[in-house]
């Protein structure tokens, strides 16, 4: 009887609430409808994700938003959630997202290597045409050019160190000094541009690590998910002017050619620098790998020259190779892809993740998943002997992506990141610093406080 039509059925009660009450009366029912009508909504939008694993929530509004941080503990629950769930897991981030995280590769296998049109992306075609574009940029006789630019860089960074170690000040945070040495490379490799940034503080550096922080504190402070406030707010003011640096370089006045700009100038210094931060890290708590790594270089370097390294040096270096490579798998600098798909995708066990869903595909998870990786959180660059690798699937480790739209700079990366663990460890060695090391999760993988290590001169 109550739910009939007419003036006896609900409108008819609805009716007669409305005159009953007084404005806040009213004021309070309508807020309870809006939540009812938002219940229901967040309920038919994740029953569509019933199939996946589904972890306890927070509560029906908040999802589980705000349950995993940035830092130690939360990258701990990620290692929890993996092991829990083994392949694939439903998330919802308060009423705005719901998204699946994937982190094992027979399930993100399909989805990164998706055709672009099954990609909601915007102006699809037009990053197209300027992937085509721009691939013959990091063709290998063009990076052959750049190997002169990273020893000339990661010489600079060296005076420096022997600078600050001839006044006894051998505790070095890592991030500081590969980030400038790194975006020191990367002007003069693409601008063609000596910045000097190894000589004095870069306001690009402080802007990226600023943009980093206010972008996490934006993912977990629910209000800040409406545009309208976040940029009326004091973080949204700063977020717009960390923006603007570097934003009216010098002839950079077509559009297409600054994104690009930008984006080669984030990605191309800040990744490669956390890279090289944990890569010495790692070497620094297993002497014995780096004392080998150290072998191979000067084993290389004794008939030479010159102390540098040249590009053909960078094919002779199989074991330092494969720590580089561990490093990349415990210590990825990027830990999580995003991908919205225009269409239905199925994964293993018949569950389809829904069109324009949000697909959180975990490379810090994929790369620490004991069902993949025996031993996940040891690092063993044995792991990376090839006949270790056999039958290991190409998608167990991806610290540059795959598929289409995989990292287009990852060769101009690795050159790099070998010129400069070669070159440093044939003249220093790197210890562990004078305090535990805990991860922080900022854009890339950084360390709270900075990742301290010491280091020493070596005699000849």
Request: glycine share 6%; aromatic share 10%.
């Given at each position: ?5 007419g003036?006896?059925g609900w409108?008819?009660?609805?009716r ?6 007084s404005v ?5 029912l ?8 938002l219940a229901?909504r967040?309920?038919?939008n994740?029953?569509?994700l019933?199939c ?7 509560n029906?509004?908040?999802?589980h ?19 829990r ?7 919802y981030?308060?009423p705005?997202?719901?998204?699946v ?22 102006n699809?075609q037009?990053w197209?045409r300027?992937r ?18 990273f020893?000339q860089?990661?010489n ?7 600078r ?7 505790s070095?945070d890592?991030f ?10 990367l ?26 922080k ?8 629910l209000?800040?998910?409406w ?8 973080q ?13 370089g010098e ?16 990605a ?9 931060s944990?890569?010495f ?5 297993h ?6 790594c150290?072998?191979?270089v000067?084993s290389?370097?004794r008939?030479g020259?010159?102390?540098?390294i ?9 074991f ?8 990349l798998r415990?210590?990825?600098?990027v830990l ?11 994964t ?7 069109q324009?869903?949000?697909c959180?595909?975990?490379?810090y ?9 025996t031993d996940?959180?040891?690092?063993d660059?044995?792991?990376f002997?090839p006949?270790n ?13 795959a ?8 060769n101009?990366a690795?050159a ?5 663990v070669?070159?440093?460890?044939s003249?220093f060695?790197?210890l ?16 709270e406080?900075?990742?301290?290590l ?6 000849e």
């Open positions: 009887m109550f739910f009939s039509s003036s006896g409108v008819g009660v609805l007669a609430l409305l005159h009953s009450c806040p009366g009213i004021l309070a309508s807020a309870a409808a809006l939540l009812c009508a229901a967040l309920a038919f994740r029953r569509a019933r996946f694993n589904q972890p306890p929530q927070r029906w509004l908040m999802g938003m705000g349950l995993m941080g940035h830092n130690e503990a939360g990258l701990q629950a990620v290692d929890d959630l993996v092991r769930y083994v392949h694939s897991c439903a998330w981030l308060g705005f997202y719901n998204m995280r994937l982190f094992h590769p027979d399930y993100i296998k399909s989805l990164l290597s998706a055709s672009g049109h099954c990609l909601l992306l915007q699809g037009e197209s300027h085509r574009l721009l691939t013959p940029a990091f063709h290998f006789d063009i990076l052959k050019k750049y190997v002169l630019i020893n860089s990661t600079i960074m060296h005076t420096k160190w022997h600050l170690l001839a006044k006894r000040q051998n070095l890592m500081e000094h590969m980030s400038s040495m790194t975006l020191d490379s002007l003069k490799c693409t601008f063609s541009c000596d910045s000097h940034s190894q000589g004095e503080p870069s306001e690009y550096i402080a802007a990226i690590l600023d943009l980093s206010l972008l996490v504190q934006r993912q977990h402070y209000p800040y998910h545009d309208w406030l976040y940029w009326r707010s004091e949204g003011r700063r977020f717009r002017k960390a923006c603007d640096i570097d934003e009216n002839g950079l006045t077509n559009e297409e050619i600054k994104a690009h700009a930008d984006m080669f100038m984030f191309g210094h800040d990744t490669t620098a956390s890279a090289l944990w890569i890290y790692n070497l620094a708590m002497q014995d790998h780096q004392e080998r150290r072998a191979e000067r290389l370097l008939d020259e010159t102390q540098d040249s590009w053909e040096d960078l094919s002779q270096l199989p330092t190779t494969m720590c580089i490579k561990e490093s415990l210590h990825s600098p999580a892809l995003t991908r919205y798909y225009s269409q239905n995708m199925k293993p066990g018949d569950c389809v993740i829904p324009g869903c949000l959180l595909i975990s490379i998870g994929v790369h620490r998943n004991p069902e993949v990786w996940p959180e040891v690092f660059p044995m792991r002997d006949e690798s056999h039958g290991r699937s190409p998608h167990a480790f991806i610290p540059f992506s598929g289409p739209r995989n990292c287009i700079g990852q101009f690795m790099e990141i070998k010129v400069v070669a070159s440093t460890l003249r060695r790197i562990p610093g004078p305090k535990p090391v805990r991860r922080l999760y900022q854009l890339v993988l950084r360390a406080g900075g990742l301290i010491n280091v020493e001169r070596l005699t």
